[in-house]
């Protein structure tokens, strides 16, 4: 890789995807080791490059179709993919549940199948189902993009994530996060602790025991159920949503003692250490898992976590879609001809 983020900044560069090898499909970070995670920030420096352009486009993904699969809610995810593929001036096509033909009976295989028969490069899918991209996967030639499935995954959210500490701090080698509150029914949560970790962040979770999974023994993380005791020694404050959607009972007495013992408050957020970071991946309850004023503060990074989701999902359909990746060759970013 080295050289090629000042490749790509010139008129006409090329671009090293070779260690993303024959890779299809983005399901799941556990597929990826720190080299290629390292590979993909770095081409996200030159999306967010090609971002900050006045015509912010290039003509990498020119005739092909990205389509956006969503049968759960969604803001940021779903946006940032559209804009991202527009800038890489692929055409897009838009799914909502809420509008399609699934509310008359159509199953997930019979709308892809349908959606495929249009003509598709990348199906960008978020499903409330764990396991749902990668049933999907199997059932079509094009490229599937995980944009969140149920509890389990929610890659792209975890690469921005680390593309926004890494553009803070350098490196996460040694840096204390503390990823605080539903870890239980998070998607993000279970993402991040895989890359923080493969990027060599010391990750603690903290939550009540109500809110954490039977066993955290899979993932080198520490637990604490006393954010009092880890506040002033955290480097980054990564807040969780808290999932009431995914609740089947009552987990924590009242919202109300939630945010007494593990929300963010403006005491606890005035304890943090100078320089330390304040990250949320939205949507955020304020005053709940974060008091409104704090997610305001100079030092909480949520708005810029969204701007970088639009050059690490450009970076991401580039990897799975560019000209020549199956091959491994190295592929042509021209800004000439951007429309
Ligand atoms: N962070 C995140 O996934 O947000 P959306 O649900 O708005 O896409």
Known sequence: MSGTTRDLTEASSTVDTSSFGDRRHLLTVSDLERPEIEQLLELTDTFVEVSNRAIPKVPALRGRTVVTLFFEDSTRTRLSFETAAKRLSADTMSFAVSSSSVNKGESVRDTIETIEAMGIDAVVVR???????AQIAGWTNAAVINAGDGWHQHPTQALLDAYTLRSHLGSLDGVRISIVGDVKHSRVARSDIEVFTKLGAEVTLVAPPTLLPPSTAPWDVRV????????GSTDVCYLLRMQRERMTEALVPTLREYTAHYGLTSARADRLPDGALIMHPGPMNRGVEIAGEVADRPNAVITEQVANGVAVRMA???LVLGPGRASGAKNEISSNGAG
């Not at 499903?127 to 991209?133: A, E, L, N, W, Y």
């Not at 604490?224 to 506040?231: A, C, E, K, Q, R």
């Open 224 to 231: 604490s159920h006393d954010f009092d005791s880890v506040v």
């Open 127 to 133: 499903h409330k189902s764990s396991g749902v991209p």
């Open 316 to 318: 991401v359909l580039f």
